[in-house]
């Protein structure tokens, strides 16, 4: 006579056999975009939901590029390329330093056919800044980028 198995050896049996079937859905990447809102880039997951997003509203486009690079690394995910070029042209806009500023302006004053005028500091609480003054042709009126 054959001596019976337990049901509990029968199920430990049963469960190293059976080949382990995944049920967790493929992911698939997310999509990085952002989008200008009252003077800011709202940079988020595009199509996620609200509770699971992790955007953020950034002053300048080049602090939105930064934390889009930071999501990239950090969920694996795909940066829009229209959102990112179009945050890469607004980034040029504006400069960092003085240099920038002069090279800016007098790019500007070249494109549009204005007149470089002068460069003025302006010493304020902390730093100085150079306006770059250029005459409107159309108006005849001096204004600073």
């Known amino acids: 006579m054959a001596k019976k198995t337990k049901k509990s050896a029968e199920n430990i049996a049963a469960q190293t ?3 382990a079937v995944e049920t967790t859905p493929t ?5 990085i975009v952002a989008q200008r809102k009252f003077d800011r880039w709202y940079v988020y997951f595009k199509g996620v939901a609200p509770k699971d997003n992790v955007g953020c509203g950034c002053k300048t486009a080049k602090s939105a590029i930064r ?3 930071l999501l990239k690394a950090r969920y694996g995910a795909t940066i829009s390329q229209t959102i990112y070029e179009r945050l890469q042209f607004e980034a040029a806009r504006y400069a960092d330093n003085d240099f920038e500023a002069i090279r800016l302006g007098l790019f500007y004053c070249w494109r549009d056919g204005d007149t470089f005028v002068r460069v003025e500091y302006r010493h304020g609480a902390e730093h100085y ?3 770059i003054s250029h005459i409107d042709h159309n108006t ?5 980028l």
Not at 140 to 144: G, P, Q, S, V
């Open 17 to 19: 056999a059976a080949p």
């Open 27 to 31: 992911v698939t990447p997310k999509l």
């Open 67 to 69: 934390y889009m690079h």
């Open 129 to 131: 800044t150079l306006r």
């Open 140 to 144: 005849h009126e001096t204004f600073t």
